[in-house]
């Protein structure tokens, strides 16, 4: 019995150096690189939910793009006296039935969109500074071609203020004077 008591014991104390020595460092390696795992994990859902709100924001971008076109459209950048707007004016003219006999553009101050930059400033709001053009044009034709020519003008993408319209009649055909402003950046 001796004997068989010592094997046990000998095979006792192999049994628990091979668990100390050989399985319990191992278990401890697993546990930390599942623990690595999960926090990566965690990295990676978060960095794909980030890639899914950069998706959407592009998406709503690219759904926005014709918006911003529009608007530079309506205020172009640059000078106000470009070709675009001569174009423009003398298009709807042509259109409205009427002939445009003079047309004169000035640069003027820049101006603020809907208030002032103190009162905007005050409420905590940004105001968008614009430039503004004065234009003053004389057309030749009918009243209803000059209903047409206005009408025309407020549909036009470009944004054109009126600020004042005066008339005379020579030998039988109107001929306007149009004050307007028109806006840029």
Do not use: C, H, W
Request: glycine letters at 4%; a negative charge; proline letters at 2%.
């Amino acid at each position: 019995m001796n004997k068989n008591l010592i094997t046990f014991l000998i095979s006792l104390f192999v049994a628990i150096g091979v668990v100390v020595l050989l399985i319990l460092p191992a278990y401890s390696d697993i546990k930390s690189k599942k623990e690595d795992f999960k926090q990566r994990e965690e990295e990676f859902n978060k960095k794909q939910e980030l890639v899914l709100k950069v998706k959407e924001l592009l998406g709503k971008y690219n759904d926005r793009i014709v918006d911003f076109d529009n608007l530079n459209l309506a205020i172009p950048s640059g000078n106000p006296a470009t070709p675009d707007l001569l174009v423009n004016l003398n298009a709807i003219s042509s259109s409205a039935g009427m002939v445009m006999e003079n047309i004169d553009i000035k640069s003027a101050a820049s101006a603020l969109a809907g208030r002032t930059s103190r009162a905007a400033s005050a409420s905590g709001q940004s105001a968008q500074n614009f430039k503004t053009a004065s234009i003053s044009l004389t057309l030749a034709g009918t009243y209803d071609s000059l209903k047409n020519y206005l009408r025309l003008l407020e549909d036009n993408l470009r944004i054109i203020d009126i600020s004042s319209i005066e008339f005379e009649t020579k030998e039988g055909v109107f001929e306007f004077s149009i004050e307007m402003r028109a806006y840029y950046q």
